[in-house]
């Protein structure tokens, strides 16, 4: 496998896991919101991955990436409380409360970081081989 595909390949992992990071990041922001509504009340969010297959012209040479395919609401339930002098409870006294649970969040978060650490790693490992084959070339 070419040293540049090494490149493309972390470059997709990266990408990928910042999207991971950002959405990590939404959910912890909104896991304390709190709504009158279960349709207005914020859901947890997940990034999905698939492994991208790509054939140079036809070749049996491929490389694997991470595509995002998209982000997908949490089907967990929201937790309601009974709070009816609560400024933001409905007409029955109930509040709404996130599905985000923080612990599974801070775990996530550390996973991309170490994930997106290890691509950063491998693509400055690439470029050192490159570089170092380049110098090879001029003595």
Do not use: C, W
């Amino acid at each position: 496998m070419s040293l540049l595909k090494v490149l493309d390949i972390s470059g997709t992992g990266m990408s990928a896991q910042s999207v991971r990071l950002n959405t990590t990041a939404s959910n912890l922001a909104n896991a304390n919101n709190v709504s009158s509504n279960l349709e207005k009340t914020y859901k947890s969010r997940q990034p999905v991955f698939a492994a991208e297959l790509n054939r140079a012209r036809g070749g049996l040479d491929s490389s694997v990436g991470v595509k995002v395919l998209g982000i997908v609401e949490s089907t967990a339930e929201l937790k309601n409380e009974y709070a009816p002098n609560h400024p933001k409870a409905d007409k029955d006294g109930f509040i709404y409360h996130s599905n985000v649970n923080v612990m599974e969040e801070m775990a996530n978060m550390i996973s991309a970081s170490r994930s997106y650490q290890t691509n950063v790693q491998i693509a400055d490992a690439a470029k050192q081989m490159l570089s170092r084959t380049l110098q090879m070339g001029k003595g």
